[in-house]
């Protein structure tokens, strides 16, 4: 957040805050309202902005920092999500029997609505780091072209494991349907699977589907070890998807801001892969149940996770398959498991498409 404020601050913030609450100058004449006198006033704020809130300023940390995140990540969410889905999500897949109406719009006013409340939970994290407690660092010779890259490698490998168990704990029963079940209501219809308009996977319990539950996902036993309960398919093994938070940003993602307070790293390098992995929780969403191909051994893929949205106890990872693979809860793509496979019986029944999936005639696919 450092980064964006260096960024930020000469180019907009700046101005913003000496014309929001300018710094008094000797001789101005607080009745003076006219046009040509604000035009003049506005353009030597432009000029030399000054302001009662310097950059150093706590509630102008907090204004800016809440700003940007707010601004930024739905930006980042509309622009990718919108991508994904119309360049890259199989929009056959909305012919699926248990596509629910409007469910588009759903996942989008879902998504939006869990931002506010992530930016307001990660503030606080974000204001250590732009008051300098944490340890990223400017200049990349400060330690060198080596830690550059390693530092990277530890970040993913730090979210990883840090998603992998957030994700797990999201899916307990006292914890999933207070803060997971909104980005699974879809299960509750049937639904294993989503669309990137659905990646934002935290959200406040705002929905009144009591359908959706975490089917046991996981338990805690007696001995107190969190432990997955064997998969169980939700109704069908095919079903549709749709979404994106992702949004993506699973519970809040604090562990992508609390790296930053544990190992030193240069601050725009930081800032790259805070914003992939982001971009990453929205592809993820994108339904394809691409199977045996040679990444699916160590990448967590679209298939991955549409497992986890028809199984809830399989496929927690973000990037990598080593800590299900560790832990038990791996499961690997099956191309019959594939939602547009039932997808295509309802177009084949609507005439839509022959056989083998071709469109027929003046037939039309939805988004087309």
Same mark, same amino acid.
């Given at each position: *957040? =450092?980064?964006?404020l260096?960024?930020? =601050? ?11 609450s300018p ?14 006198d ?27 920092i809440?700003l ?13 999500s ?8 199989d929009?056959?897949l909305?012919?699926?029997p248990r596509f629910l ?7 989008i ?6 931002? /506010? ?10 204001l250590?780091e732009?008051?300098?407690k944490?340890?990223?660092?400017a200049?990349?010779s ?7 890259l ?5 970040? #993913?490998?730090?979210? =990883?494991?840090?998603?992998?168990w957030?994700h797990?704990l ?10 997971h079940? /909104?980005h699974? &209501? ?21 929905? $009144? ?6 089917m046991g996902?996981a338990?805690?036993?007696?001995t ?7 998969p ?9 998807p749709?979404?994106?938070h ?6 809040p /993602?604090?562990q992508?801001s609390?790296?930053?307070f544990?190992?030193? #790293?240069?601050?725009?390098?930081y800032?790259?892969?805070?914003l ?11 339904? =394809? *149940?691409?199977?045996?191909?040679w990444?699916? &051994?160590?990448?967590?893929?679209p298939a991955h996770?549409?497992l986890?949205? #028809?199984y ?7 990037y990598f398959?080593?800590?299900?693979c ?5 499961? &690997?793509?099956d191309?019959?498991?594939?939602p547009?496979?039932?997808a295509? &019986?309802? #177009?084949?029944?609507? $005439?839509i ?7 027929? $005639?003046?037939?039309?696919v939805k988004?087309?």
């Amino acid at each position: *957040m =450092d980064a964006a404020l260096e960024l930020l =601050d000469p180019l907009i913030l700046d101005k913003a805050f000496a014309w929001l609450s300018p710094f008094p100058r000797a001789g101005a004449n607080p009745n003076n309202s006219s046009l040509a006198d604000f035009s003049a006033d506005f353009s030597a704020v432009d000029a030399a902005p000054t302001t009662l809130w310097p950059r150093d300023n706590i509630y102008r940390q907090i204004i800016s920092i809440l700003l940007i995140t707010q601004l930024g990540a739905t930006s980042l969410y509309l622009v990718f999500s919108a991508l994904s889905y119309y360049f890259i999500f199989d929009r056959r897949l909305e012919y699926h029997p248990r596509f629910l109406r409007n469910q588009v719009r759903q996942e989008i006013k879902s998504s939006l609505s869990a931002i /506010p409340v992530i930016n307001l939970l990660t503030l606080p994290l974000f204001l250590a780091e732009v008051r300098g407690k944490s340890l990223l660092y400017a200049g990349v010779s400060d330690y060198g072209w080596p830690w550059l890259l390693f530092s990277s490698i530890l970040y #993913m490998a730090f979210n =990883d494991i840090a998603i992998y168990w957030i994700h797990r704990l999201e899916h307990h029963p006292s914890v999933y349907k207070h803060i997971h079940k /909104p980005h699974h &209501k879809w299960i509750g219809k049937f639904f294993p699977e989503e669309s990137p308009i659905s990646t934002l996977p935290f959200r406040p319990k705002t929905d $009144g589907n009591k359908s959706s539950h975490p089917m046991g996902c996981a338990s805690l036993p007696p001995t107190g070890r969190l432990r997955a309960i064997p998969p169980i398919p939700v109704s069908i093994p095919v079903v549709s998807p749709i979404p994106p938070h992702h949004n993506n940003l699973t519970l809040p /993602p604090p562990q992508k801001s609390i790296f930053a307070f544990l190992c030193p #790293m240069q601050r725009y390098l930081y800032l790259s892969l805070f914003l992939a992995v982001q971009i990453w929780t929205i592809l993820i969403h994108d339904g =394809d *149940m691409l199977s045996n191909h040679w990444t699916e &051994k160590f990448l967590n893929t679209p298939a991955h996770h549409t497992l986890h949205h #028809m199984y809830f106890t399989v496929n927690y990872g973000q990037y990598f398959t080593w800590a299900d693979c560790a832990f038990g809860t791996h499961r &690997k793509p099956d191309g019959r498991l594939d939602p547009i496979l039932d997808a295509l &019986k309802v #177009m084949r029944a609507r $005439g839509i498409v022959d056989e083998e999936g071709n469109v027929l $005639g003046e037939g039309k696919v939805k988004g087309e």
